[in-house]
Each structure stands twice: as C-alpha cells, then as structure tokens.
C-alpha cells in the first residue's frame, strides 16, 4: 500500500499538554482545540473518565448573561464534577462548547480548586 | 488551606499524522493515555462533531462500542473504535469527522492501521 503524505503543516491540530502534582497526585491537562468545540482532558489516571459537554449560552434577562448546561455523556453524573465543569465554563472566555474529560483520584474542594487555577494560569484554552 | 502544586512532567502525548486518501488530504491527530487512546480523523477545517468509544470486555470476544457524540446513525467510529480496541487490548476513542462513502472509510481504517505498524509507540 502506497499511500502519498499530505505536507505536514496542514495536519498539525493545536494542542497544549501540562502535567503537575496536586498534594502529591500526577495530574495531566491537555486541550485540543477544534473550528467548532474545545477538547480538554483532566485525569490523575492517565485515562478518559467521565465525558461531560460543556455548553455556553447567553440570555437577555436584565443585560446579557450567561447560562452554562453541562450533560454527562458517559461516565457517571457526580456532583462534583458538574461543579468542576461549571466553574471552568466561566472562567474559560471561550464561547465554544467544550468536552471535557475528568478523571480524578481526588475530588476534594482545594484540589478542584487548584486545577481550576491552574487551567486559569496557564491558559489551556491558548493552544496555539 | 491550599493545595500543594509542583511541576510534573507529562504522561499523555499526542502525535499528528496525515494520509492523501481517494483525492483527500486526511488529517489524524492522536492523544495517547495509559492503555488507551483518542483518535480524532478529520479534514480541514478540523471539528469535532463525532465521538465513540471501544473497550475489550471478558464477556465478549467483540469490545464493547458506544457512540459518545454525534449521530447515533453513523456507526463509522464506533465500528473502527471496536476494531483498534480489538487490535490493540486498549480502551479506544475515535473521532470520525468527515463525510466518507465506504471505500474512504476503508483506506482511512488502513492508514491507521499502517501508521500503527510504524510508529506504535504513539498509540
């Protein structure tokens, strides 16, 4: 099977991988960025866990304001999970809807709120 | 209270690859995890309207496929990802992100496949 290589440049889809330890737990965040969504996986197992789309509305109701709707759409529908999802959607200025992947060993509210910041800080939504 | 932050070096990679498929510059882009990977197959402009995922299960010699996003009537990722999760033991996600008729479908099968065999350090 003979099959021509297209050139390079075109095939390159911006994405931005960052890895910290959080009180001790390995974290990866990588986000992919796509023309119509965001793709941005959290885990501290090196593996898919729950796929959560994230979606960003505006509504007219006393000046613009925006409503969030987070779906789990595999895995299983955690509240804390939500809250995580929610939190990025507004502190994420992107308008497109993300997929998120969440996979955490540690759920606690410092450490949702350290990857919160760090997302924040390192501006994961910035790929290229 | 706060939590303890220090850097850490990444588990997860991606690698990028493309194939000239039926007169089709065809874009594959893949994230590598632990026993298991997301591989998104697309065009320009890439999207991402599509997602299934495959898992081997003991129960079954066929792994267990499920279509995460997109239309419920287009098995192509679901197929392909049930095909790689057999292949490889791991959990597989695959994005298919383009208008395809069954002879595209097959070469892009082959071009995973190839690249696959070259590189599968990136899978």
Redesign the interface.
């Known amino acids: 099977?003979n099959?021509?290589?297209?050139?390079?440049t075109?095939?390159?889809?911006p994405?931005k991988?960052?890895?910290?330890?959080?009180?001790?737990h390995?974290?990866?965040i990588?986000c992919?960025d796509?023309?119509?969504?965001l793709?941005l996986?959290i885990?501290q197992?090196?593996?898919?866990g729950t796929?959560i789309?994230l979606s960003k509305d505006v509504v007219m109701e006393q000046g613009p304001t925006h409503v969030y709707t987070t779906k789990v759409?595999?895995g299983k529908d955690e509240e804390h999970l939500n809250l995580l999802a929610r939190r990025l959607a507004e502190r994420i200025p992107i308008n497109k809807p993300i997929?998120l992947s969440l996979a955490l060993k540690d759920t606690s509210i410092?450490?949702l709120?350290?990857i919160e910041q760090?997302i924040v800080d390192n501006q994961m939504w910035e790929v290229r | 209270?706060?939590?303890?932050?220090?850097?850490?070096?990444?588990?997860?990679?991606?690698y990028?690859?493309?194939?000239?498929?039926k007169e089709t510059?065809?874009?594959?882009?893949v994230?590598k995890?632990?026993?298991?990977f997301?591989l998104?197959i697309g065009t320009?402009?890439?999207?991402?309207?599509d997602?299934s995922?495959a898992m081997p299960t003991r129960f079954d010699s066929m792994p267990l496929g499920?279509q995460?996003?997109g239309e419920s009537t287009d098995l192509t990722s679901t197929s392909l990802a049930q095909k790689l999760a057999k292949k490889t033991g791991k959990?597989v996600?695959v994005s298919f992100n383009m208008a395809a008729d069954s002879e595209l479908v097959l070469r892009v099968e082959?071009?995973v496949m190839?690249e696959m065999m070259m590189n599968p350090d990136k899978f």
């Open positions: 099977m099959f021509k290589m297209a050139a390079p075109q095939s390159l889809r994405s991988q960052v890895a910290f330890k959080i009180n001790g390995q974290t990866d990588s992919t796509f023309q119509n969504r793709f996986v885990t197992l090196q593996k898919i796929l789309h759409l595999l997929l410092i450490t709120k350290a760090l | 209270m706060t939590a303890e932050i220090l850097p850490s070096e990444s588990l997860l990679s991606v990028n690859f493309s194939g000239r498929l510059d065809v874009n594959f882009h994230l995890l632990h026993d298991s997301m998104w320009e402009p890439a999207k991402m309207d997602l995922m499920t995460v996003l959990q996600f082959e071009r190839e």
